[in-house]
């Protein structure tokens, strides 16, 4: 949106009967949260009059945005959210995060969507003390998941230990390994993607490779297998990432064609249809995923202090398993079980 305010809108006769908040989505390139936010602070005026989001335009009136909405602090709130915790120790802690989880405050129209029901609030109130090198609003966060993004993640409890893991992160020494169900099918049984990533200049929530200079991303995948389902064709596949890039596998796999099931914003649909092919389940006309088919399923690092190997796995969540099922079957027996490994959780 323009930083030079106010901005004058007139309201041609064709919106007529639009909800002025709709009216000022498409207008102003925002979301509508944010729209409604510029509302409920009066930053908005219809013909020099405060009004409700809700407000049927008639045509010929005049908008004014005088300004910014004033958007919630961020903050970290100790919460008592429970938490799968895979491992712990004095010096760091593996949880296993669930889908819907944000790690740290961000995003967000009002207090709660920002502040609230974080990784890093659940961490504040579980553990006495966490490493304070990522700041006042990310304490012990090392790396992070996406928001929709279940599985492993590692947290320091103090600074060395923080320091140390953040050393084995950037000289790609941690092994990640990810589960993910993309749509289509992928020709080559395995391959490796190395496509830089910058942020997307049209819409700045997504990631994109188009653009040259952005940040190297190396993501390594392996067909687990090709279904042939009813809702279409998918690939369950297994991704080790060497970099760990904003939205990495999902920009990867969908820059090949390929986007992670549930993530519509790289062009996954909402729904999957069902076709012609077997397997219909009973009055199953479209299945959806509220989340991306994405998993951090296996994490390996050196310990901070002791030096030795720590491998920890985390199976596939119900709700992916229950999706797998009714899609392809005992597709998820094919993923290995790594086990044996020094220091294997």
Do not use: C, W
Not at 21 to 43: G, N, P, Y
Not at 322 to 345: I, M, N, Q
């Amino acid at each position: 949106m323009s930083e030079r305010f106010p901005i004058l809108i007139p309201v041609p006769a064709d919106n007529a009967g639009q909800r002025l908040d709709q009216f000022l989505v498409a207008r102003l390139d925002v979301s509508r949260a944010r729209v409604q936010q510029l509302i409920s602070q009066e930053k908005v005026l219809v013909n020099d009059a405060p009004v409700k989001a809700s407000l049927k335009l008639r045509g010929g009136e005049r908008i004014s945005v005088l300004g910014q909405a004033e958007r919630p602090p961020l903050r970290a709130i100790a919460e008592e959210i429970p938490l799968d915790i895979v491992y712990e120790d004095n010096d760091l802690a593996i949880i296993n995060k669930p889908a819907g989880m944000m790690v740290h405050a961000g995003a967000g129209a009002t207090d709660d969507q920002r502040n609230r029901g974080t990784l890093v609030n659940a961490l504040l109130h579980h553990f006495a003390s966490l490493s304070a090198v990522g700041g006042e609003m990310r304490p012990g966060i090392v790396h992070r998941l996406d928001k929709e993004t279940s599985g492993l993640i590692v947290v320091a409890k103090n600074d060395e230990a923080h320091r140390k893991l953040a050393e084995q992160f950037a000289r790609r020494e941690v092994k990640k390994t990810y589960v993910a169900l993309v749509h289509g099918s992928v020709k080559k049984d395995s391959g490796t993607i190395a496509a830089s990533i910058s942020r997307d200049r049209i819409r700045r929530i997504r990631m994109t490779t188009r653009h040259a200079g952005g940040r190297e991303a190396v993501s390594h995948y392996r067909v687990v297998r090709r279904l042939d389902t009813a809702f279409g064709k998918l690939t369950l596949v297994e991704v080790k990432i060497d970099t760990g890039r904003t939205h990495q596998i999902r920009v990867h796999m969908a820059s090949l064609g390929h986007p992670v099931v549930g993530d519509k914003l790289y062009g996954a649909p909402a729904e999957l249809k069902h076709g012609s092919g077997r397997g219909k389940p009973e009055g199953a006309e479209t299945i959806s995923l509220p989340r991306n088919f994405l998993h951090s399923a296996h994490l390996e690092l050196t310990h901070p202090r002791t030096g030795e190997t720590l491998a920890f796995q985390s199976p596939l969540p119900p709700e992916l398993q229950a999706f797998l099922t009714v899609v392809g079957g005992d597709a998820a027996s094919d993923l290995p079980a790594k086990s044996g490994e020094k220091g294997s959780r």
